[in-house]
């Protein structure tokens, strides 16, 4: 069993920034982790993920701008945001990986069904 919690969120202004971060229970350093966030009336969506290797992969609409990285002695991992936009508003979740891979093969990652564990969610607003 996995369990995580996500802090980090609050209301920033346009090209503003923000820190995520997801502490994570269990074997933190063999599962991956990823981030996803969703809008109101939007389905959930990907936007970054790291595998227990330390590889990463974005979304295109955040790359150059997110960085997710984690840290083996917190059991934690992190989500820098910059730059942000107006669009990168919504609640944003954490979610673990007990099977994934060191490195990604196809869009595997991307997807909501990849996950076994999710946090609570924590609200980014980003005001114009």
């Known amino acids: 069993q996995v369990q995580l919690v996500e802090s980090g969120g609050g209301l920033v202004q346009a090209g503003g920034s923000l820190r995520l971060s997801c502490a994570a229970s269990g074997t933190f350093s063999t599962y991956g982790l990823g981030w996803f966030r969703q809008a109101p009336g939007k389905e959930r969506e990907f936007v970054a993920s790291i595998t227990w290797s330390g590889t990463t992969r974005y979304a295109d609409s955040v790359k150059g701008r997110f960085t997710i990285s984690r840290d083996y002695a917190k059991n934690t991992v992190y989500l820098q945001m910059n730059s942000l936009k107006p669009e990168d508003t919504g609640v944003y979740y954490c979610?673990?990986?007990?099977?994934?891979?060191?490195?990604?093969?196809?869009?595997?990652?991307?997807?909501?069904?990849?996950?076994?564990?999710w946090g609570q969610g924590t609200q980014v607003t980003v005001s114009s």
């Open positions: 979610a673990a990986d007990v099977e994934m891979p060191p490195y990604f093969r196809g869009v595997y990652g991307t997807r909501v069904g990849d996950y076994d564990y």
